[in-house]
């Protein structure tokens, strides 16, 4: 439900407020009765791995990632930000770390100058009933390259607000990275016509950059006839 209201986010009592492209928008907590997916089992024990980590530290190294994390701002939330705290920071960056089965920082690691995305184009294409998603790259990437995918949409639709963490993209070969089977395991098939959105993001260090958004269509096998679009447009297609 939509709420004229000064902007928030998050659970107060049995309400939950959030930002939506509608705007500032209300909604009353439901717990989810689905059994929760084994990747957000994995997700959710690494990040609670990384945060009790922060108790076996030394009384240096707690005070190095405080330190460190007072040049540190959140991202907005309500039009608002602040510094970060040392525990938090540290769970961020190694929460990152074992996503991609890396070892952990006991100190914090220098926040790098990201550069820009060698990403340069993405393609669905089919050839015999297989659907192919490849990432075209113009370098090879600095650090690591995640991606985040949504399922397919029909090709009229842009906006999307659920992406699924479906890993990094795989060793680019004659600057392609074909991540199809990746894509696969999380989301159906793309069908002709439908359009998949992504949202690549860079991880150096521990620390990732801003997402950039990139999308594409599988092309048709031929355009609908007026009078199948006709049809699809009066609700009569049988």
């Known amino acids: ?97 074992a996503a991609l089965g890396l070892p952990p920082y006991d100190f914090p690691p220098e926040r790098p100058d990201f550069p820009p995305l060698p990403v340069t184009g993405f393609t669905i294409s089919q050839n015999g009933g297989r659907v192919a998603l490849t990432l075209a790259l113009s370098q090879p990437p600095a650090g690591h390259i995640l991606i985040f995918a949504s399922r397919p949409y029909n090709e009229g639709r842009d906006y999307c607000d659920k992406f699924l963490y479906i890993g990094p993209i795989p060793p680019p070969s004659a600057g392609q990275s074909n991540f199809t089977a990746q894509y696969l395991e999380f989301h159906r098939k793309p069908w002709p016509g439908s359009r998949v959105i992504l949202r690549v993001v860079q991880q150096i260090n521990g620390w990732r950059g801003l997402p950039h958004r990139i999308e594409a269509i599988l092309p048709r096998l031929r355009p609908p006839s007026p009078r199948r679009l006709l049809q699809i447009a009066t609700g009569s297609l049988r």
């Not at 004229?4 to 439901?30: A, L, M, N």
């Not at 989810?32 to 990040?47: D, E, G, L, N, V």
């Not at 108790?55 to 190095?64: F, G, I, V």
Request: proline fraction near 5%; charge should be positive.
């Open 1 to 97: 439900m939509k709420k004229r209201d000064v902007p928030s986010s998050g659970k107060r009592g049995t309400t939950v407020s959030f930002q939506s492209r509608y705007g500032q928008c209300e909604r009353t907590d439901t717990p989810s009765t689905k059994p929760r997916t084994y990747a957000q089992i994995c997700s959710q024990t690494k990040f609670g791995a990384a945060s009790a980590r922060w108790n076996y530290l030394t009384n240096d190294q707690r005070a190095a990632w405080r330190a460190y994390a007072k040049n540190v701002r959140s991202h907005p939330q309500g039009g608002q930000s602040g510094p970060l705290t040392g525990q938090v920071l540290f769970t961020a960056i190694n929460r990152n770390q």
